[in-house]
C-alpha cells in the first residue's frame, strides 16, 4: 500500500523554523511530482510548495515565498518542507502529496493534480 507519512511539525513561535518530512513508502516517486498543502481549521486546503520529478523545478503560493524551501531526496523517497520566519497565519496542519504521473516537468498547485495523501502534521505558530 501507498503511504506518506508526515512528520516534523510542532508548537512554535514566530519567526522560528521548522522542516517538515514526508515519508514515502510503497511505490517509488522518485519520477513523480511532489507538494505540500495545508488548512487551517474552518478553512480550505490550500497548496503551499511543490516539486517537479527532477527537483529542478519548484512552485510556492505566495504566501510564502522568500519564506519556504521544499526539496527531496529521491534515495530515500523523501519530501522536506523548509519553513523559515513562520508566522501565525501559517499555523495549519500540514499535507504532503505525490501524483501518479511520472516525468511532469511543471509544477501544479491544484490539489486534484495529486493523488496521494499523507494524514498532515500539525503546525503551530504562536504570536
Known amino acids: 500500500q501507498v503511504q506518506l507519512v508526515e512528520s516534523g511539525g510542532g508548537l512554535v513561535q514566530a519567526g522560528d523554523s521548522l522542516r517538515l518530512s514526508c515519508i514515502a513508502s510503497?511505490?517509488?516517486?522518485?519520477?513523480?511530482?511532489m507538494g505540500w498543502f495545508r488548512q487551517a481549521p474552518g478553512k480550505e486546503r490550500e497548496f503551499v510548495a511543490t516539486?517537479?520529478?527532477?527537483?529542478?523545478?519548484?512552485g510556492f503560493a505566495d504566501s510564502v515565498k522568500g519564506r519556504f524551501t521544499i526539496s527531496r531526496d529521491k534515495d530515500k523517497n523523501t519530501l522536506y518542507l523548509q519553513m523559515n520566519s513562520l508566522k501565525p497565519e501559517d499555523t495549519a496542519v500540514y499535507y504532503c502529496?505525490?501524483?501518479?504521473?511520472?516525468?511532469?516537468?511543471?509544477?501544479?498547485?491544484?490539489?486534484?493534480?495529486?493523488?496521494?495523501w499523507g494524514q498532515g502534521t500539525q503546525v503551530t505558530v504562536s504570536s
Open positions: 502529496a505525490a501524483a501518479r504521473a511520472q516525468y511532469y516537468t511543471g509544477t501544479p498547485n491544484y490539489a486534484g493534480t495529486y493523488d496521494y
Open positions: 510503497g511505490r517509488d516517486f522518485s519520477s513523480n511530482v
Open positions: 516539486i517537479n520529478w527532477n527537483g529542478r523545478s519548484t
